[in-house]
Structures are given as structure tokens and as C-alpha cells.
T-cell receptor, first 116, second 116 residues
Framework: GAVVSQHPSRVICKSGTSVKIECRSL??????MFWYRQFPKQSLMLMATSNEGSKATYEQGVEKDKFLINHASLTLSTLTVTSAHPEDSSFYICSALGQGKNYGYTFGSGTRLTVV | AQKITQTQPGMFVQEKEAVTLDCTYD???????LFWYKQPSSGEMIFLIYQGSYDEQNATEGRYSLNFQKARKSANLVISASQLGDSAMYFC?????????????FGQGTELSVKP
């Protein structure tokens, strides 16, 4: 139990286009979803926290108009990188908060975004 | 503000030997949770072990144990009988807010290499 499906696993997009990343909790309801960004060999940096049915809370320094987060249902949260640029190339990973194993935190498998 | 520090960017260990990965934290909360995750090159986050601030005994999970020294604010991970498959990035994390469901903040990570 407690699986989060994250898609796509890899995506390459052209500069200026938008990319949507989905995280779906398959067997539990995720009231809260955390979105992280990770550069190679670095830590996971929290970008935002989203709660179902309400606006996301962004960490300081994260552009909310660039990284759009939608948490419209208890099983689906999406992160859209708008007008992507090469500096947005990174590893993005979600973590869903729900009951059960791992003391409530279930991570998706991550999305490697490359902007060319 | 809460902070997690991992001072070992990289560590080497001989196969079958034990290794300790350091983690110190800073928080003013009385109630908090400490986590260790393994991140192989695939990027997935694998939960290893958890220690609650009120847990009197050190947590253990198979070959993993957590050396929790509350007064020193340290939560070192000990891996016994290292295996080649243990080569990965290891992250220490703390649950913020002192309650169930707070966001996780991560340390910088330690890259562990197991030598045959």
C-alpha cells in the first residue's frame, strides 16, 4: 500500500514551453502534497506545499507564477513549469502525506526535466 | 528555524564493514521526527528509519540503526555489514512543526560508496 505514481519520469522540452508533472496517490487519499526540486548531488529543496482544494503555499524564493501547483482532488496533484528555461532543468519529486507506512510520507519516483 | 546538517559529502566503506553517517539538527520544537532516506542513482527516495523525539530507545530496522543523542542534537545513521547495493546518496530529514504531517526538511546528503 501507499504508492504515489509520478509521471512523466523523464521529459525533454523546448525553451519557452510548459511542462506538467503529475503525482497520483494510488491507494490512499493525500490531503497534502509536497513538491521538491533537486539539482545533481544536492539536497531536496522544498518548493511548495499543496492541500486539496486550496491554494498552494510556496517557499520563499519560489516563483508561484512559474511553478503552478494544482491539488484538485485527494488523489492528484500537478506541477506545471510554465515558460521553461534551461535553468529549470532539474529533478522534481513529490511527496504525498497520508496514513500508513513510512510515517506518512510517500514519495513519487521523480521527474527529470531537461529544457533545451 | 529548523536546520539539518550533514557534514560528510562523501564516504567510502569496505564491503561487510559498518559505517556511520553523521547528521545534526537544530530545532526549538520539543516534538519532532527524524528520518533517513536512501536515494540511489534512479532518484527514488527509499525510507530507511525513523526516530521520534520522545522515543527513548534508538530506532533499528534490519541493518540500519539510528544513534540518537538528543542532548547533542545528533541522529547518526549506522549501517552494519555494508553491501555493494548500499552505494547511494543518503539524506537525513526532520519533520517540521512538531506535529504529524509537517513538511520535511533535508540535509545536504552524503554519498556513500561501498568498495568490494
Amino acid at each position: 500500500g501507499a504508492v504515489v505514481s509520478q509521471h512523466p519520469s523523464r521529459v525533454i522540452c523546448k525553451s519557452g514551453t510548459s511542462v506538467k508533472i503529475e503525482c497520483r496517490s494510488l491507494d490512499f487519499q493525500a490531503t497534502t502534497m509536497f513538491w521538491y526540486r533537486q539539482f545533481p548531488k544536492q539536497s531536496l529543496m522544498l518548493m511548495a506545499t499543496s492541500n486539496e482544494g486550496s491554494k498552494a503555499t510556496y517557499e520563499q524564493g519560489v516563483e508561484k507564477d512559474k511553478f503552478l501547483i494544482n491539488h484538485a482532488s485527494l488523489t492528484l496533484s500537478t506541477l506545471t513549469v510554465t515558460s521553461a528555461h534551461p535553468e529549470d532543468s532539474s529533478f522534481y519529486i513529490c511527496s504525498a502525506l497520508g496514513q500508513g507506512k513510512n510515517y506518512g510520507y510517500t514519495f513519487g519516483s521523480g521527474t527529470r526535466l531537461t529544457v533545451v | 528555524a529548523q536546520k539539518i546538517t550533514q557534514t560528510q559529502p562523501g564516504m567510502f566503506v569496505q564491503e561487510k564493514e559498518a559505517v556511520t553517517l553523521d547528521c545534526t539538527y537544530d530545532t526549538s520544537d520539543q516534538s519532532y521526527g527524524l528520518f533517513w532516506y536512501k536515494q540511489p542513482s534512479s532518484g527514488e527516495m527509499i525510507f530507511l528509519i525513523y526516530q521520534g523525539s520522545y522515543d527513548e530507545q534508538n530506532a533499528t530496522e534490519g541493518r540500519y540503526s539510528l544513534n540518537f543523542q538528543k542532548a547533542r542534537k545528533s541522529a547518526n545513521l549506522v549501517i552494519s555489514a555494508s553491501q555493494l547495493g548500499d552505494s547511494a546518496m543518503y539524506f537525513c530529514a526532520m519533520r517540521e512543526g512538531g506535529n504529524q504531517g509537517g513538511k520535511l526538511i533535508f540535509g545536504q546528503g552524503t554519498e556513500l560508496s561501498v568498495k568490494p
